[in-house]
């Protein structure tokens, strides 16, 4: 009997896999107390082998910490299950907290912002630890604000503090 079912399972649609895919990983969903909706999508990696991207939505909190280790779950339990072969496979989950920074994301961002984000992301310093940044940040300041004061002192810049004083029109 195995051999047909495997036999027939060469000769089905990609599309008629990914459901099965699908169907199963929300089995394995259900197990592990998942709730949510999986989404199965076919990929083709650079070097033309076809893959398979798994994308979980679910309202419960999954710690980023943790995702590694269920994506290797999951590749093992749909590799028992016959769902999955040598094939790559990629598991997204969107959780709860995920969802909800979508809807607050920022309405005026720019390609400057995004860029200065991923810049500042990515930014090296292996000379310096984060203390010491935080330290020369703090000292830039003081130094540009006590700037800023010095040349309001040069200036004939004069706060007004009394309003009384002000002539009437």
């Known amino acids: 009997m195995q051999f047909i079912h495997r036999l027939r399972r060469r000769f089905q649609s990609r599309l008629a896999a990914l459901r099965r ?3 199963s ?4 969903m259900r197990h592990v107390g998942i709730s949510g909706r999986a989404e199965c ?34 590749r093992r339990k749909l590799t028992e299950l016959g769902e999955l072969r040598d094939e790559p496979f990629r598991l997204v989950i969107r959780d709860g907290d995920d969802l909800s920074l979508a809807h ?3 309405a005026d961002s720019s390609s400057a912002r995004i ?14 630890e984060p203390a010491e940044q935080l330290a020369d940040l703090r000292m830039t300041v003081r130094q540009r604000t006590s700037e800023r004061r010095q040349a ?7 706060p007004l503090t009394d309003i ?6």
């Open 21 to 23: 895919l699908q169907a």
């Open 25 to 28: 990983a929300q089995y394995i």
């Open 41 to 74: 999508l076919a990929t083709r990696s650079a070097d033309g082998r076809a893959g398979v991207m798994l994308v979980i939505q679910t309202p419960k909190h999954v710690p980023v910490a943790a995702r590694e280790e269920i994506q290797q779950y999951f």
């Open 104 to 106: 607050r994301a920022r």
């Open 115 to 128: 860029a200065s984000v991923i810049a500042a992301a990515n930014q090296r310093s292996d000379a310096e």
């Open 152 to 158: 309001r002192v040069d200036s004939d810049y004069a």
């Open 164 to 169: 009384g004083s002000l002539p009437a029109n």
